[in-house]
């Protein structure tokens, strides 16, 4: 792992930079490149810009590790609002939540009971998505996907490339059908947990996406996000599929709002199911560091606003 991906890693998570950062113009205008807004209707409003142009969306709203049971009830009323305007607004979008926002830190019944109730109210036919944080929450966010399937709700959850146990997992959960968005990990992680190496990730994420596309996931009815802004690994992905009879149409590829722009249009255009995340809210710092880490060369765009301003 580069020294700058460390660093910015290490900032995402210190709360003197997370309650000082945000205030600073230039700071603000750099998260814009990624972020429509900080409300829901801006949200909306790219999920409309988005959807004219053949793509879908799934809305978040930025925050993660609440410690008040309010905060916690806070988010999962909003997101019931989102919820409520995606199906009065017929918006082509789902939601994506981070269980730490619901109350995961908290108390883990909780935060299932807040899970459940957006399961409750999500329109029929989408799914509610759900995050993968550090890899210290894995056991827990599973344990509630898989609690969620048993009662057969529409739900999917997000597992992460770099990480070693990642191939175990899949072979536990393709069986239980639902909805699976691999990325390849946005988290700082010692060696013994996750591949140091960015080679090892890419094939893992290779493999693991042969896994999540083949007969027995198939067979199961599990719905498999493809979420990488990876050219080249697409398209090694979309010549595995065509050789092995999947249609274009079977393949989702999800992405980042503001990120590969091109790409997301001509997969839409090509046949494939493009989706972009667009995030929301005004507690953008951590996850903004974490698109900077990603690629630091981002940060020369933010030291050109500091520049400029
Ligand atoms: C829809 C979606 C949901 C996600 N959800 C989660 C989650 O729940 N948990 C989690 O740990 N991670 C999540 N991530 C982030 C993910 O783990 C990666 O950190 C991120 O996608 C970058 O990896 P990459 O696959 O794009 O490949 P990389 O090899 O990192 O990037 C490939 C190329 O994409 C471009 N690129 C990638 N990132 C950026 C950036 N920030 N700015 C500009 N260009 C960029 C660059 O051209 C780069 O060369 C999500 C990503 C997506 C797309």
Not at 164 to 176: A, I
Not at 197 to 213: A, G
Not at 266 to 271: D, F
């Amino acid at each position: 792992m580069s020294w700058a991906r460390t660093l910015l890693l290490k900032m995402s998570q210190s709360h003197w930079l997370r309650e000082r950062a945000p205030q600073y113009s230039f700071v603000k205008r750099g998260v814009a490149r990624f972020m429509p807004g900080d409300k829901a209707e801006d949200a909306f409003g790219a999920v409309r810009e988005l959807n004219a142009k053949g793509i879908g969306c799934v809305l978040t709203a930025l925050g993660e590790n609440v410690t008040e049971r309010a905060e916690a009830e806070a988010e999962t009323a909003h997101y019931e609002d989102v919820l409520g305007q995606i199906w009065v607004q017929r918006l082509p979008a789902e939601i994506s939540v981070k269980l730490t926002h619901l109350g995961l830190d908290l108390d883990r019944e909780f935060c299932f009971a807040n899970l459940s109730r957006l399961i409750g109210c999500s329109p029929s036919g989408k799914t509610v998505w759900i995050d993968m944080e550090q890899s210290s929450y894995v056991d827990a966010t599973l344990e509630l996907y898989r609690r969620a399937r048993e009662q057969d709700a529409d739900v999917g959850v997000c597992v992460q490339a770099y990480l070693r146990r990642t191939e175990d997992d899949l072979r536990k959960l393709v069986p239980l059908g639902g909805a699976i968005r691999l990325v390849k990990g946005a988290y700082n992680e010692p060696e013994d947990v996750a591949f140091p190496q960015k080679s090892d990730v890419d094939e893992n994420y290779f493999r693991l996406t042969q896994l999540l596309l083949g007969e027995e996931a198939r067979r199961a009815g599990l719905r498999c996000a493809i979420a990488t802004h990876d050219t080249r690994l697409i398209a090694r992905i979309q010549v595995w599929a065509a050789a092995n009879g999947l249609q274009k149409s079977q393949l989702e590829f999800q992405m980042l709002y503001g990120i590969q722009r091109a790409e997301q249009l001509r997969l839409a255009a090509e046949g494939c199911r493009s989706v972009v995340l667009v995030a929301y809210g005004k507690y953008w710092f951590p996850w903004y560091m974490r698109r900077l880490a990603e690629r630091p060369a981002n940060v020369w765009f933010l030291a050109r606003n500091l520049f400029s301003s």
